[in-house]
């Protein structure tokens, strides 16, 4: 797949594509009730179709311009800062950032910083809850390995959650990628782990809530 194929697919603002059907099924269940004059079960589904309008949301973000600081991928918040091996592409040492989205999120993620993809895997696994320390192992995840001009690697996945159960990823291995644009998105609750450089400079805590493709997580030395 091509670099201008899947920015194509990542162009559906304010609201994500992979939303649409989501939507249009309460959207036309409200319809009939309403029509057939249940107009609490009308109201229900309305309710519904609207949480699932605020769910797909696909804000614009600004993101920021100085040299070596890496956006967050997700919007949620950062449960864990961990020094770790990051076995899947890179066999060294890194620091873990993992960032928890709740329902209430925007589930559509953002490129931490430029570069070019290396690596991409997809894993078949469980749906514990993706704020579970297992849920990094065990759980439906993809990964992204970026390789900035800078010679910086970084490696990004995609964890599906207790109720997710479907993650998009639209860049394949040469795309050359961009700070803050969006790559994929996981459907309802789930989480997302950053591996960054051991010597970056981190500006976030365990506890900090983060907007994705904005805030800034670490910088690059």
């Known amino acids: 797949m091509s670099s201008g194929d899947f920015r194509q697919k990542s162009r559906h603002i304010p609201f994500a594509r992979e939303g649409i059907p989501y939507v249009l099924a309460p ?11 249940h107009s609490i079960l009308a109201w229900l589904f309305l309710l519904t179709t609207l949480f699932v309008g605020h769910f797909f949301r696909d804000p614009e973000r600004v993101a920021p311009t100085g040299d ?29 950032i993992s960032i928890f989205l709740s329902v209430f999120d925007v589930h559509v993620n953002r490129v931490p910083y430029s570069g070019v993809v290396q690596g991409a895997y997809y894993q078949k696994g ?7 320390p297992r849920a990094s ?7 992204l390995w970026i390789r ?8 990004v996945s995609q964890i599906a959650g207790l109720i997710a159960r479907r993650i998009v990823c639209w860049p394949t291995v040469g795309d050359r990628v961009l700070r803050a644009e969006r790559f994929g998105m996981i459907r309802f609750g789930s989480r997302t782990d950053l591996y960054v450089p051991v010597s ?8 900090d809530r983060v907007c994705g493709g904005e805030t800034v997580l670490c910088r690059l030395k």
């Open 27 to 37: 959207a036309f269940v409200t319809l009939i009730m309403a029509i057939l004059g």
């Open 68 to 96: 070596g600081e890496v956006v967050a991928p997700a919007d949620g918040k950062v449960v864990a800062i961990e020094k770790v091996l990051e076995g899947r592409f890179l066999k060294q040492p890194c620091l873990r």
């Open 126 to 132: 469980k749906y514990l809850a993706a704020n579970l």
């Open 137 to 143: 192992r065990e759980n439906e995840q993809s990964w």
């Open 148 to 155: 900035t001009d800078g010679e910086h690697d970084l490696v």
């Open 200 to 207: 970056s400079d981190l500006l976030v805590a365990k506890g």
